[in-house]
């Protein structure tokens, strides 16, 4: 599956990747959310994938933490 593999490459990365990789997707649903409010966004449905995304980026960085710990 699609989200298994995104997974599994958020796993390999570095904590300096992943913090990296947080800061590009909150920009994105930050310039999303801006597409939004000024009816410029064609796929709404990006707004929730990126949210999960970043979800699931915190959740690896989480993880990490706690095995360092």
Do not use: C, G, P, W
Request: charged share 30%.
């Amino acid at each position: 599956m699609k989200t298994n593999k995104y997974i599994e490459s958020l796993n390999s990365k570095t904590t300096a990747e992943l913090a990296k990789d947080l800061t590009d997707a909150k920009k994105e649903l930050f310039n999303l959310r801006f597409q939004n409010a000024t009816n410029q966004l064609d796929n709404t449905a990006r707004i929730q994938e990126v949210r999960r995304n970043i979800a699931r980026i915190q959740t690896v960085m989480t993880k990490k933490a706690k095995a360092e710990a």
